[in-house]
């Protein structure tokens, strides 16, 4: 009898650790996956609950590529989502509903045409002289660099605005707007419809899945455009997932915004995008290998 007892115990606590195994958190699904090999494409994850939405997209730079996600996240099912392939007035082409289950720290997107195993980028985030988190729990930190010596330093001048701002309509604000930096490094932030609502995506570099965030909340109140930009599996700080709430204004192809994480009570990142560059004007853009 008492063998018996310490065999069931024996046996339950297998089981249990087999179920505790094969369950894992939203955290180690958030954020941005990038197929392993083949055509590429990254898949961003914005888990929130157990509601799931975000993008996928394959040359990322190129707008047109760009599909919005929604879905489930359960810890032992893993994600349920539909993708939905749209025309550039933001009409629907197609539906695709998938899923996606970890297996051995890569990340399985199953459905539609077939299997796809993708993982996490093994650049992790660009480096900067400021501390970041980084997702999954088991990922390598994020080293910090230091910072450039030299130069004679000192603030910026003074922005100016250039114009009137501009009462904003979705008309005014969807598109390619080009961000900071320039070459391989260079930021795209991606807006398009979705029938009635924008979402997006901003990236730079665009071919690796850190350095990616989703585009979402999009409201317009007279010449103010608000958004969040979503840090789920990257970002400045010791906190994730999070928020960068964007305040922003238009006027003369320029969006000039402020762009603030939850705990910041002054400006945040103050600074200017240029465009609205046509969605299908980006069509073609591939990085070179």
Known sequence: MISRTIAFIAGACAALSAT???AESADWYRG???????NPRIYEFVTRDRAV???TCTQCADGTTLASLSGTFDEAGGIAFTVRHLNLDGSLVAAENLTAKLSHGKLVVSGGQGEQVTIKDLRGPTPGAYFQSILPPDAPPVPILKPAGGG???????YV?????????EADVAGVWIGFGVGMEKQYFVIRRDGDRLFGLACGRCDNPYTHGSLENFRITGDVLEFDIVHEDWGDGKVL??????????AMNELHMDARRPDQSGPGIVASLIGPIAIEATRGNIYLP
């Open 20 to 22: 505790a195994a094969s």
């Open 32 to 38: 941005g996956w990038k197929t392993e090999t083949g």
């Open 53 to 55: 939405t975000g993008y």
């Open 152 to 158: 004679a330093g000192g603030p910026p001048p003074p």
């Open 161 to 169: 605005q250039p114009a009137t701002w501009r009462q904003l309509t």
């Open 241 to 250: 997932p999070f928020n960068r709430h964007v305040k922003a204004n238009i």
